[in-house]
């Protein structure tokens, strides 16, 4: 325990909010392509990789892409299928697209995405959701974007079984320093929340930073400070902090209930909402719902120095792998994020509308949106529609 | 949520989730039995064992234990995030859900927000010596001068809620008859208050139940 704390508070080194606009971006002409990493993933993965691939080159978008596989055997370097070489390429091109991966089961390695997390010091979670046009769900104007804290919080993944003479903190030390009389009650488990100035800091500054720079209007901190007065209150003082330095950006605090309720009841009293993890994971979600579900929503993570990955949050639908039926609209919009990211807006606009365009007209959907196209037909109305 | 917490420099920790076998055992047992008298068919665990695995680990055993002793009933888990995304795509797929206490507050407000609102939707709060009865979701609707003083507070939550009391209390015919004029109030559309599009006051609401009442 004190050396996760301590780990956690030397931590790695972090560079200034500047770097989130990467200036080694700014100049990248047509002539030199610019290096990506791509993971394209299991399952459905590789085809709709392809389709990216394929509307990215018919827009003229001057992307190398640098792709990686996962492996089938741990790299006892990264303790994981992820390679030591894959992680370098993302730390090195500083931006990647990432299609659906499956954890294979088993114990001795890390998860895949915890790998990604945390090698990548991946610290912001970022989904735009948007209602999409011609495709309908219940709610019809949505378009708010969710930043998720992706760090700690809830997820720190500190549980243990509650010790009877020593409170639970006391207990990791014992354990730390290999004492055994520490007596464990049979039933009773205990989950520790941790929420740093820093990691707080670092996702609020992200949030007013992304609404300005997206021209939003407003960010609303969500949290349950009412009860978790301490972590979720430290939570809020940091985006009260930041929310300062930004008098332009309306901004407001709504508890988590209330959110869920003002979301599913009208959508559009929110702009950006930035939250710790567990709330995050839970309320991006639900919007993900609102406009469609998973297979439609992209998303993208930002890491220190500037790194982003975009990936598609949907699952590798083993059932429908290599039967060209695969819905690539996530993992086009993800990297359409990609391309903003990189500040290439043009192309990025010109991707994004030639996606809504097409799913608007209706002629060409794939099986999930309730059409009959095959992933092919679909890749081709889109690059048609440029 | 126990509320042991503590700063430590710049980090704060909070023990935020205690489950207990004793504790998880009750509340699975509650809601089969409420499944059971109620005739529902089904009943949702709604968890996060994939992260939090001791903690929901625990709770899912003793919502699997339970369910063994109800094969009338079907049982399955859902994950709380892919839970709340079903709730607003397709909530028609739900019976019976028994959570965790936050993953509680959020679900329950989630679903009483599209149901409805929260001034629709009635609750109660079950011990085992006592009983009360509330609106089932308290999201915006506490604190509200203005909405007190222009008389455009929502008395069907608080209503139905007192239905399930009579429930509680083992008077079903009161309860049916209250239950039913109030439904039937919201059904004909002429009596609303504000959170559901009309215009009504809370006294007209009430007159309206009163002279629905059979």
Known sequence: MAAFLARRLLGTPTSSSSALISASRAFSSSTTPIKATLFPGDGIGPEIAESVKQVFTAADVAIDWDEHYVSTEVDPRTNSFLTRESLQSVLDNKVGLKGPMATPIGKGHRSLNLTLRKELNLYANVRPCYSLPGYKTRYDDVDLITIRENTEGEYSGLEHQVSLFFSSLVKNLADYLSFDFVKVVKGVVESIKIITRKASMRVAEYAFLYAKTHGR???????????????????????????????????????????????????????????????????????????????????????????????????????????????????????????????????????HSAIINTIAEGKYRTADLGGTSTTTEFTKAICDHL | MRGLSMRLFLVSLRVFMVITKFCSERIAKYAFEYAYLN????????????????????????????????????????????????????????????????????????????????????????????????????????????????????????????????????????????????????????????????????????????????
Not at chain 1, 245 to 273: A, G, H, Q, R, S
Not at chain 1, 331 to 340: A, C, D, E, F, T
Not at chain 2, 116 to 137: I, K, L, R, Y
């Open chain 2, 39 to 214: 005739n529902r068919k089904k009943v949702t665990a709604v968890h996060k064992a994939n992260i939090m695995k001791l903690a929901d680990g625990l709770f899912l055993e003793s919502c699997r234990e339970v369910a063994k002793k109800y094969p009338g009933i079907t049982y399955n888990e859902i994950i709380v995030d892919n839970c709340c995304m079903q709730l607003v795509a397709k909530p028609e797929q739900f019976d019976v859900m028994v959570t965790p206490n936050l993953y509680g507050n959020l679900v329950a407000n989630t679903a009483a927000g599209i149901a409805g609102g929260t001034g629709v939707m009635p609750g109660g709060n079950v011990g085992a010596d006592h009983a009360v009865f509330e609106q089932g979701a308290s999201a915006g609707n506490v604190g509200k001068d203005k909405i007190v003083r222009e008389n455009k507070a929502n008395p069907v939550a608080l209503l139905l809620s007192s239905a399930m009391m009579l429930r509680h209390l083992q008077f079903p015919s009161f309860a049916d008859r209250l239950e039913t004029a109030v439904k039937r109030v919201i059904s004909e559309g002429n009596c609303r208050t504000k959170d559901l599009g009309g215009q009504s006051t809370t006294q007209q609401v009430v007159d309206a139940v009163i002279a629905n009442l059979e």
């Open chain 1, 217 to 351: 209007k407003k960010v609303s901190a969500i949290h349950k400070a009412n009860i978790m007065r301490k972590t979720d209150g430290l939570f809020l003082q940091c985006c009260d902090e930041v929310a300062e330095k930004y008098p332009e950006i309306e901004y407001e605090k709504v508890v988590i209930d209330n959110c869920c309720m003002m979301l599913v009841k009208n959508p559009t009293l929110f702009d950006v909402l930035v939250m710790p993890n567990l709330y995050g994971d839970i309320i991006s979600d639900l919007c993900a719902g609102l406009v469609g579900g998973l297979g439609l929503t992209p998303s993208c993570n930002i890491g220190e120095d500037g790194i982003a990955l975009a990936e598609a949050v949907h699952g590798s639908a083993p059932d429908i792998a290599g039967k060209n039926l695969a819905n690539p609209t996530a993992l086009l919009l993800s990297g359409v994020m990609m391309l903003r990211h990189l500040k290439l807006n043009k192309q990025a606009e010109q991707i």
